[in-house]
């Protein structure tokens, strides 16, 4: 089993849409959660932190955490077509060094 | 706010052959990590320096690999000798604090032929 698992995608939304990445993480005692997003050929670029259960919302972006789940999701309302990228969830587990797991990352494609 | 800066951006060389990297981060960043992501994988985890101190190294993944972060600012990655599998983009990152989310560098793209 992956430490942090995403669905590779693609993923496919129409412009406007919502759309919803998804994550798994094993560790059950991770404490800190992030989302990168990476342009081809580009460096990761962090866009969403979250470190308790909830809800936290910067913008179109919301990160989701259940830790019960081991589950943490990205919604991106209205999708534009900019936001065409691969999403990299990433963890740092219990052993709280820095040192950031990620999954392989799911591409989402916005279609115009 | 300067980024963290890497080069070269591209690199080839041959197999047997040695190739160093570089990795200036943030100022004031104390800790630096190297990551990289070879061709259909995620990103993984090679070593973490708190200032000049390696912290963690056990991404590292053989001897042929050697860091150093001299004077606890910029940082150095060299293989040597190259083999084919260390093709891969070498990211370098830099954080003021360990639970946050850090910043990282455009990359290396190493390619061994």
């Known amino acids: 089993q992956k430490e942090v698992e995403q669905n590779s995608g693609p993923l496919s939304v129409p412009e406007g849409a919502i759309a919803s990445l998804n994550c798994t993480y094993s560790?059950?005692?991770?404490?800190?959660f992030f989302w990168y997003r990476q342009y081809s050929g580009k460096s990761p670029e962090l866009i969403m932190s979250i470190y308790s259960n909830g809800d936290k919302e910067d913008g179109r972006f919301t990160a989701q955490l259940n830790k019960a789940s081991q589950y943490v999701s990205l919604l991106i309302r209205d999708s534009q077509p900019s936001d065409s990228a691969t999403y990299l969830c990433a963890v740092i587990t219990s052993s709280n060094t820095g040192k950031l797991i990620f999954g392989q990352g799911t591409t989402l494609q916005v279609k115009p | 706010e300067a980024g963290v800066t890497q080069f070269p951006s591209h690199s080839v060389i041959e197999k047997g052959q040695t190739v160093t990297l570089r990795c200036d981060p943030i100022s004031g960043h104390d800790n630096l990590y190297w990551y990289r992501r070879v061709m259909g994988k995620e990103i993984k985890f090679l070593l973490h320096f708190v200032k000049e101190s390696k912290q963690d190294e056990s991404g590292m993944p053989n001897n042929r690999f050697l860091a150093e972060r001299t004077g606890g600012t910029y940082s150095t990655l060299k293989v040597q000798p190259a083999e084919l599998e260390d093709s891969g983009v070498y990211f370098c990152?830099?954080?003021?604090?360990?639970?946050?989310?850090?910043?990282f560098g455009s990359g290396t793209r190493l390619t061994v032929v």
């Open positions: 560790d059950r005692g991770s404490q800190s």
């Open positions: 990152a830099s954080s003021g604090h360990l639970s946050y989310g850090y910043t």
